[in-house]
């Protein structure tokens, strides 16, 4: 490819929107362009970058295994709504001519399993695991960091149908295993972590995360013991003991329009930490007081799970005036009527805190569990923070994570509600077991220019860099320095490397900049050294360059970059 004839479009100055580095570096190096907030235009780099990312995924879906099809991107709403789907808040709607409803395609759970029941009866045709790259559409209230939460994104989604559990096994393990190789062929480094399903459902599933400090992901590691797992899913470990009650009677106090935890604690003069909120939820038709330390919050998965189901809500605020007889931001364990109270194990070692009063603008102090109200059960249901135990008895230490890919075990949550089931050989139908894989390509793109790149740009590995190599005639005036690149350029395509030859009209510091900035894992220059038969050349990773003839360069370079290819095969 020759520079003059290409878009190449480098930016001086990062965008004003940009909250990463990597997003920033993207925009200034020409591989993505801003149309609207969260959706992007991927430039001639970007595409090449985003190809080559979707070409390692489909090599080793299907050495795993995996079939490609494609779906469409309209979903009738009918299909959402056999699963109950059909009020996703981040839907897309549309109407046809005929008023009939759509959404655009943001997961394909439905799309899918209407196939397989419709082609799949028997045992006999199972296992199968279908994938497709498509573009999904999710109307995110917060789009940010450029590629990493983005409205439209382009997404590898697969999914499996198996007859017995074991079998949801040896796929599942395929795939994790084949993400695991996916990624480290785009040269990322990833913390596999236990995560929560979310609006996907299901039970086991996993979480690819990219460490990094821009992450928007909480994720607690025990390093002693090698384990992971996404905040919102991280258990806590370690024993409690119940406290004595505190020697000073529980007092009620006025607390003038106190609501949130910083303005109780501020009007009392305690900490934080010695307030216990009651935040009440709705699990099916229970009536649940969660109780959490000031300081802490409520993880809502965790509580459905202690309460074997599937989700939980909180109750509004006319829900909590029934409830407590209070306004928002008064409830509290004692006296009230018609809960269970499940308190955080946290909570069992306290004897002395505040609580709301169930009367507005008042607090009760001194409260203790055991004497001025009965606790049904202490349970892990906060979310962990730094610190905690794990429950392997290390300590959890919390980084930041950008999640590209996550993977999930669905059981039958969809093919029992859909109808998906096969003959087991004796004339009984059974729902198919179903699995799920989910991986961000632009999230990966973007990924690893977050974790790889140095003041001057992107550091891309030769696996998915836009051009392995860029030939650049330093002086556009010099015949002899345009022959030489033109002769490199030229033997290297035809070793079938990857290149692209920068003959633009530009100063030679504007080139050198613009491939630095670009991130082409290998620069030759041809300079003024071509007067003496040499050229230079120069890793990105590398501090210095060195000088080979020119007769020597095409078969050298060619080498080099077939054997830089070995570490991401």
Known sequence: MRARNYLLPTLRDAPADAELISHALLVRAGFIKRVSAGVYVYLPLGLRVLNKVANIIREEANAAGGIELLMPTLIPFALLAETGRDKVPVLYKTRDRTDREFALGFTHEEVITDVIRTFVRSYRQMPLCLYQIQTKFRDEPRPRGGLIRAK???MFDAYSFDTNPQDVDIIYRKMRAAYERMFARMGLDVLVCEAESGDIGGSDNHEFM??????EDSVLLDETAGVAANAERCDIGGEYALADPSSAAVEIVDTPGARTVAEVTTMLGVEPKMLVKTLLVKAGDRKIAALIRGDRELNPFKLARRLGVDKISMMDAQEVHTTTGADVGFAGPIDLGNCEIIADKEIAEMNDFVVGANQNDKHYIHASHGRDFQVSSFQDIRIAVDGDVSLTGGTLREVRGIEVGHIFKLGTKYSAAMGASFDDGSGHLEPIIMGCYGLGLGRSMQSVAEVSH????IIWPISISPFEAVVIPANASE?????AAEKIYVELLAAGI??????RPDRPGAKFKDADLMGFPLRIVCG???ADGTVEIKWRSE???RNIRIDAAPRHVASEIQEARKKFA
């Open 152 to 154: 439209e994104f382009s």
């Open 210 to 215: 990219v460490i990094a400090p821009a992450g």
């Open 454 to 457: 140095d003041d001057n740009g």
């Open 479 to 483: 015949q002899a320095q345009i022959d």
């Open 498 to 503: 990857d290149v692209l030859l920068d003959d």
């Open 528 to 530: 003024r050294g071509v």
């Open 543 to 545: 501090a210095q360059s």
